[in-house]
Protein backbone atom coordinates (compact mmCIF):
# COMPACT_ATOMS: atom_id res chain seq x y z
CA UNK A 1 0.00 0.00 0.00
CA UNK A 2 1.05 3.56 -0.41
CA UNK A 3 1.64 5.75 2.20
CA UNK A 4 3.72 9.23 2.89
CA UNK A 5 6.74 9.92 4.29
CA UNK A 6 8.45 12.70 5.95
CA UNK A 7 12.25 11.67 5.48
CA UNK A 8 14.29 14.50 6.25
CA UNK A 9 13.53 17.92 7.36
CA UNK A 10 12.13 19.48 3.79
CA UNK A 11 11.75 16.40 1.46
CA UNK A 12 8.74 13.81 1.69
CA UNK A 13 8.71 10.35 -0.22
CA UNK A 14 5.95 8.05 -0.99
CA UNK A 15 6.68 4.46 0.34
CA UNK A 16 5.33 0.85 -0.18
CA UNK A 17 3.73 -0.69 2.95
CA UNK A 18 2.86 -4.55 3.37
CA UNK A 19 -0.86 -3.57 4.34
CA UNK A 20 -1.47 -4.17 8.26
CA UNK A 21 -4.08 -6.64 9.64
CA UNK A 22 -6.15 -7.03 12.25
CA UNK A 23 -6.32 -9.18 15.57
CA UNK A 24 -9.46 -9.78 17.27
CA UNK A 25 -9.98 -6.12 18.72
CA UNK A 26 -9.08 -4.70 16.35
CA UNK A 27 -10.81 -2.55 12.86
CA UNK A 28 -9.08 -1.93 9.76
CA UNK A 29 -9.50 1.44 9.06
CA UNK A 30 -9.67 2.38 4.95
CA UNK A 31 -7.70 6.07 4.52
CA UNK A 32 -9.70 8.57 2.73
CA UNK A 33 -8.40 12.00 3.29
CA UNK A 34 -5.85 12.89 5.88
CA UNK A 35 -5.13 16.29 7.11
CA UNK A 36 -1.97 18.24 7.53
CA UNK A 37 -1.57 19.36 10.97
CA UNK A 38 0.76 22.49 12.09
CA UNK A 39 2.99 19.61 13.70
CA UNK A 40 3.65 18.09 10.61
CA UNK A 41 4.24 21.34 8.93
CA UNK A 42 7.03 21.94 11.65
CA UNK A 43 8.15 18.47 11.26
CA UNK A 44 8.58 18.70 7.49
CA UNK A 45 10.70 22.00 8.53
CA UNK A 46 12.76 20.40 11.17
CA UNK A 47 11.10 22.28 13.93
CA UNK A 48 9.21 19.43 15.99
CA UNK A 49 11.27 18.37 18.71
CA UNK A 50 9.29 15.26 19.34
CA UNK A 51 9.71 13.62 15.73
CA UNK A 52 12.37 10.86 15.04
CA UNK A 53 12.50 10.66 11.63
CA UNK A 54 11.72 9.07 9.12
CA UNK A 55 7.83 9.39 9.97
CA UNK A 56 4.61 8.94 8.31
CA UNK A 57 2.54 11.54 9.37
CA UNK A 58 -1.00 12.43 9.67
CA UNK A 59 -3.56 11.89 12.70
CA UNK A 60 -6.46 13.94 11.08
CA UNK A 61 -8.47 11.32 9.68
CA UNK A 62 -11.31 10.85 7.45
CA UNK A 63 -11.80 7.20 6.86
CA UNK A 64 -14.05 4.27 6.38
CA UNK A 65 -14.43 1.18 8.16
CA UNK A 66 -12.88 -1.77 5.92
CA UNK A 67 -12.71 -4.82 8.23
CA UNK A 68 -13.75 -5.58 12.14
CA UNK A 69 -11.92 -8.57 14.24
CA UNK A 70 -14.63 -11.17 16.21
CA UNK A 71 -14.48 -9.38 19.10
CA UNK A 72 -15.46 -5.92 18.14
CA UNK A 73 -18.83 -4.58 19.23
CA UNK A 74 -21.46 -4.58 16.82
CA UNK A 75 -22.00 -0.44 15.98
CA UNK A 76 -19.09 -0.63 14.61
CA UNK A 77 -19.92 -2.24 11.28
CA UNK A 78 -17.97 -2.38 7.99
CA UNK A 79 -18.65 0.67 5.52
CA UNK A 80 -19.20 3.07 8.13
CA UNK A 81 -17.71 6.58 7.84
CA UNK A 82 -15.16 7.10 10.90
CA UNK A 83 -12.09 8.91 12.57
CA UNK A 84 -9.37 7.87 14.61
CA UNK A 85 -8.65 8.99 18.23
CA UNK A 86 -5.12 9.79 17.18
CA UNK A 87 -3.97 9.31 21.27
CA UNK A 88 -3.00 6.32 23.55
CA UNK A 89 -3.01 6.16 27.17
CA UNK A 90 -0.46 4.25 29.14
CA UNK A 91 -3.05 4.36 32.26
CA UNK A 92 -0.64 4.40 34.92
CA UNK A 93 0.72 8.12 34.92
CA UNK A 94 -0.96 10.81 36.97
CA UNK A 95 -2.93 12.07 33.88
CA UNK A 96 -4.52 8.86 33.12
CA UNK A 97 -5.10 7.79 37.23
CA UNK A 98 -7.22 11.67 37.21
CA UNK A 99 -9.32 10.63 34.34
CA UNK A 100 -7.20 12.99 31.84
CA UNK A 101 -6.08 10.36 29.63
CA UNK A 102 -5.92 12.94 26.47
CA UNK A 103 -3.11 14.21 28.73
CA UNK A 104 -1.22 11.08 29.41
CA UNK A 105 2.30 11.92 30.40
CA UNK A 106 3.55 8.74 27.38
CA UNK A 107 1.02 9.65 25.15
CA UNK A 108 2.54 8.83 21.56
CA UNK A 109 0.31 10.61 18.82
CA UNK A 110 0.16 9.81 15.45
CA UNK A 111 2.73 11.68 13.04
CA UNK A 112 4.49 12.28 16.27
CA UNK A 113 5.73 10.21 18.64
CA UNK A 114 4.54 7.11 16.41
CA UNK A 115 3.84 6.56 12.42
CA UNK A 116 0.50 8.53 11.60
CA UNK A 117 -2.06 7.48 9.23
CA UNK A 118 -1.35 9.06 5.88
CA UNK A 119 -1.16 5.16 4.32
CA UNK A 120 -3.88 4.04 2.80
CA UNK A 121 -4.55 1.24 5.49
CA UNK A 122 -4.39 1.21 9.01
CA UNK A 123 -5.19 -0.91 11.93
CA UNK A 124 -6.63 0.40 15.28
CA UNK A 125 -8.05 -0.58 18.36
CA UNK A 126 -11.71 -0.97 18.21
CA UNK A 127 -11.82 1.91 21.57
CA UNK A 128 -10.30 4.25 19.17
CA UNK A 129 -12.78 4.39 16.73
CA UNK A 130 -15.07 7.11 16.05
CA UNK A 131 -18.12 6.27 13.21
CA UNK A 132 -21.16 7.83 12.13
CA UNK A 133 -23.00 7.51 8.95
CA UNK A 134 -24.41 11.49 9.28
CA UNK A 135 -20.48 12.19 8.38
CA UNK A 136 -19.14 11.68 5.35
CA UNK A 137 -15.16 10.73 5.52
CA UNK A 138 -14.33 14.20 3.97
CA UNK A 139 -15.77 15.81 6.97
CA UNK A 140 -14.39 13.65 9.39
CA UNK A 141 -11.00 14.65 8.86
CA UNK A 142 -11.76 17.65 10.55
CA UNK A 143 -12.97 16.11 13.62
CA UNK A 144 -9.72 16.17 15.52
CA UNK A 145 -8.40 19.48 14.34
CA UNK A 146 -11.79 21.04 16.15
CA UNK A 147 -11.87 18.83 18.88
CA UNK A 148 -8.50 20.30 20.23
CA UNK A 149 -10.43 24.00 20.51
CA UNK A 150 -13.54 22.04 21.87
CA UNK A 151 -11.39 20.92 24.51
CA UNK A 152 -10.17 24.24 25.26
CA UNK A 153 -13.29 25.50 25.91
CA UNK A 154 -13.87 22.83 28.57
CA UNK A 155 -10.76 23.40 30.32
CA UNK A 156 -11.62 26.92 30.73
CA UNK A 157 -15.21 25.80 31.95
CA UNK A 158 -17.07 28.36 29.77
CA UNK A 159 -20.73 29.13 30.45
CA UNK A 160 -23.44 31.65 28.93
CA UNK A 161 -21.99 34.46 31.49
CA UNK A 162 -18.27 34.75 30.01
CA UNK A 163 -16.92 37.19 27.19
CA UNK A 164 -14.22 34.95 25.81
CA UNK A 165 -11.44 36.05 23.37
CA UNK A 166 -9.78 33.47 21.53
CA UNK A 167 -6.52 34.86 20.13
CA UNK A 168 -5.75 32.89 16.61
CA UNK A 169 -8.53 32.28 14.47
CA UNK A 170 -7.03 29.03 12.69
CA UNK A 171 -8.46 25.44 12.92
CA UNK A 172 -8.16 25.02 16.17
CA UNK A 173 -8.93 28.40 17.23
CA UNK A 174 -12.32 28.25 15.32
CA UNK A 175 -13.08 24.77 16.86
CA UNK A 176 -13.00 27.17 20.43
CA UNK A 177 -15.36 30.01 18.58
CA UNK A 178 -17.31 27.47 17.89
CA UNK A 179 -17.43 25.86 20.88
CA UNK A 180 -18.31 28.89 23.41
CA UNK A 181 -20.92 30.14 20.82
CA UNK A 182 -22.52 26.69 21.49
CA UNK A 183 -22.58 27.32 25.52
CA UNK A 184 -23.88 30.83 25.16
CA UNK A 185 -20.89 32.47 25.65
CA UNK A 186 -19.90 36.47 23.91
CA UNK A 187 -16.67 35.42 21.81
CA UNK A 188 -14.23 37.79 20.60
CA UNK A 189 -12.12 36.41 17.98
CA UNK A 190 -8.64 38.21 17.32
CA UNK A 191 -6.23 37.47 14.57
CA UNK A 192 -4.45 39.65 12.00
CA UNK A 193 -6.28 38.12 8.62
CA UNK A 194 -9.65 40.19 7.97
CA UNK A 195 -10.60 36.16 5.51
CA UNK A 196 -10.53 34.44 9.19
CA UNK A 197 -12.03 37.48 11.28
CA UNK A 198 -14.99 37.30 8.71
CA UNK A 199 -15.42 33.55 8.85
CA UNK A 200 -15.16 33.55 12.69
CA UNK A 201 -18.10 36.04 12.66
CA UNK A 202 -20.38 34.11 11.07
CA UNK A 203 -19.85 31.18 13.46
CA UNK A 204 -20.53 32.67 16.13
CA UNK A 205 -18.21 35.50 17.21
CA UNK A 206 -20.38 38.44 18.67
CA UNK A 207 -16.92 41.21 17.72
CA UNK A 208 -13.92 40.55 16.10
CA UNK A 209 -10.60 42.32 16.61
CA UNK A 210 -7.52 42.62 13.59
CA UNK A 211 -4.77 43.05 16.17
CA UNK A 212 -2.67 44.19 13.20
CA UNK A 213 -4.76 47.35 12.50
CA UNK A 214 -6.79 48.11 15.70
CA UNK A 215 -5.86 48.78 19.09
CA UNK A 216 -6.77 45.64 21.02
CA UNK A 217 -6.42 47.05 24.14
CA UNK A 218 -8.82 49.90 23.80
CA UNK A 219 -11.23 47.22 21.96
CA UNK A 220 -11.79 44.93 24.45
CA UNK A 221 -12.46 47.78 26.94
CA UNK A 222 -15.38 48.61 24.85
CA UNK A 223 -16.53 45.20 24.19
CA UNK A 224 -16.04 43.93 27.95
CA UNK A 225 -17.46 47.47 29.59
CA UNK A 226 -13.51 47.92 30.71
CA UNK A 227 -13.28 44.66 32.65
CA UNK A 228 -11.73 42.41 29.90
CA UNK A 229 -12.45 39.21 28.87
CA UNK A 230 -13.74 36.37 31.48
CA UNK A 231 -12.03 33.37 29.62
CA UNK A 232 -8.84 33.84 26.83
CA UNK A 233 -7.95 31.12 24.26
CA UNK A 234 -4.31 31.38 23.40
CA UNK A 235 -4.47 29.41 20.07
CA UNK A 236 -1.05 30.49 18.25
CA UNK A 237 2.08 29.80 20.41
CA UNK A 238 3.55 33.28 20.36
CA UNK A 239 5.64 35.23 22.72
CA UNK A 240 3.53 38.50 22.19
CA UNK A 241 -0.04 36.19 21.90
CA UNK A 242 0.71 34.58 25.28
CA UNK A 243 1.89 37.99 27.41
CA UNK A 244 -1.65 39.72 25.16
CA UNK A 245 -3.63 36.63 27.26
CA UNK A 246 -2.24 37.77 30.49
CA UNK A 247 -1.67 41.41 30.26
CA UNK A 248 -5.85 41.69 28.96
CA UNK A 249 -7.93 38.99 30.68
CA UNK A 250 -9.67 39.78 33.62
CA UNK A 251 -9.06 39.91 37.28
CA UNK A 252 -10.17 36.72 38.22
CA UNK A 253 -9.97 35.40 34.89
CA UNK A 254 -8.80 32.28 33.39
CA UNK A 255 -6.72 32.00 30.73
CA UNK A 256 -6.09 28.81 28.64
CA UNK A 257 -3.09 28.02 26.42
CA UNK A 258 -3.03 25.68 23.57
CA UNK A 259 -0.17 26.88 21.16
CA UNK A 260 3.45 25.99 22.10
CA UNK A 261 5.69 28.93 21.97
CA UNK A 262 9.03 28.26 20.07
CA UNK A 263 10.73 30.37 22.57
CA UNK A 264 10.62 31.37 26.44
CA UNK A 265 8.39 34.09 27.36
CA UNK A 266 9.13 36.96 29.97
CA UNK A 267 5.85 37.14 31.73
CA UNK A 268 4.65 40.51 34.43
CA UNK A 269 4.32 37.68 37.21
CA UNK A 270 2.40 40.50 39.25
CA UNK A 271 -0.85 39.66 36.80
CA UNK A 272 -0.92 36.27 38.24
CA UNK A 273 -1.07 37.18 41.96
CA UNK A 274 -2.92 40.22 41.56
CA UNK A 275 -5.70 39.11 39.33
CA UNK A 276 -5.45 35.76 41.01
CA UNK A 277 -5.53 33.92 37.81
CA UNK A 278 -6.25 30.32 36.81
CA UNK A 279 -3.64 29.65 33.51
CA UNK A 280 -4.27 26.17 32.44
CA UNK A 281 -3.28 23.94 29.72
CA UNK A 282 -4.99 22.50 27.00
CA UNK A 283 -3.83 19.67 25.19
CA UNK A 284 -5.33 17.21 22.91
CA UNK A 285 -8.56 16.18 23.18
CA UNK A 286 -11.56 13.90 25.13
CA UNK A 287 -13.34 11.25 23.38
CA UNK A 288 -16.75 13.61 24.72
CA UNK A 289 -14.67 16.28 22.58
CA UNK A 290 -14.80 14.48 19.70
CA UNK A 291 -18.31 13.17 19.62
CA UNK A 292 -19.32 17.16 20.71
CA UNK A 293 -17.70 18.11 17.37
CA UNK A 294 -19.37 14.96 15.55
CA UNK A 295 -23.09 16.33 16.79
CA UNK A 296 -22.23 19.86 15.28
CA UNK A 297 -20.79 18.69 12.47
CA UNK A 298 -24.51 16.93 12.00
CA UNK A 299 -26.29 20.17 12.37
CA UNK A 300 -25.03 21.18 8.93
CA UNK A 301 -24.19 24.56 9.72
CA UNK A 302 -20.76 24.39 10.09
CA UNK A 303 -18.81 25.75 6.53
CA UNK A 304 -16.79 22.74 5.44
CA UNK A 305 -15.88 23.68 2.23
CA UNK A 306 -14.16 27.20 3.79
CA UNK A 307 -11.92 25.09 5.98
CA UNK A 308 -10.58 23.13 3.60
CA UNK A 309 -7.77 24.91 2.18
CA UNK A 310 -6.66 22.77 -1.31
CA UNK A 311 -6.99 18.40 -1.57
CA UNK A 312 -3.57 17.10 -2.73
CA UNK A 313 -2.90 13.30 -3.94
CA UNK A 314 -0.06 11.33 -1.78
CA UNK A 315 2.17 11.73 -5.02
CA UNK A 316 1.94 15.72 -4.24
CA UNK A 317 2.49 15.56 -0.44
CA UNK A 318 5.60 17.31 -0.75
CA UNK A 319 4.08 19.84 -3.25
CA UNK A 320 1.40 20.47 -0.37
CA UNK A 321 3.79 20.69 2.32
CA UNK A 322 5.65 23.36 0.71
CA UNK A 323 2.47 25.45 -0.67
CA UNK A 324 1.27 25.61 3.52
CA UNK A 325 4.97 26.86 4.23
CA UNK A 326 5.23 29.62 1.69
CA UNK A 327 2.10 31.24 2.85
CA UNK A 328 1.24 30.11 6.37
CA UNK A 329 -1.45 32.19 7.15
CA UNK A 330 -3.62 31.33 4.56
CA UNK A 331 -4.28 27.93 4.78
CA UNK A 332 -6.72 26.28 6.73
CA UNK A 333 -6.26 22.61 6.30
CA UNK A 334 -4.76 20.96 3.72
CA UNK A 335 -6.13 17.57 2.56
CA UNK A 336 -3.76 14.27 0.95
CA UNK A 337 -6.58 12.47 -0.43
CA UNK A 338 -6.22 8.44 -0.92
CA UNK A 339 -9.91 7.77 -1.64
CA UNK A 340 -13.14 9.33 -2.64
Known sequence: MKAVQITEPGKVSLVQLEKPGISADEVLVKIHY?????????????????????VIPGHEIGASIEAVGENV???????????INPYTACGKCPSCRNGRPNA???????????HGAMSEYVSVPWTKVLADTAITPRDFALVEPMSVGFHAVSRGQVTDLDIVMVIGCGMIGVGAIVRAALRGAKVIAV????????????????????????????????????????????????PQTYITAINEVAFTGRVICIGYAKTEIAFETKYFVQKELDIRGSRNAMPEDFRAVM????????PVEEFISAIYTPEEAQQALEFWANDPAKVFRIFIKFAE
Open 73 to 83: PEHLQPGMACT
Open 104 to 114: CQFNQTFGVQR
Open 34 to 54: VGYCGSDLNTFLGKNPMVKLP
Open 191 to 238: DMDDTKLALAKRLGAAHTINSKTENLSEKLKEYTNGYGPDVVVEAVGA
Open 295 to 302: EYMKRGTC
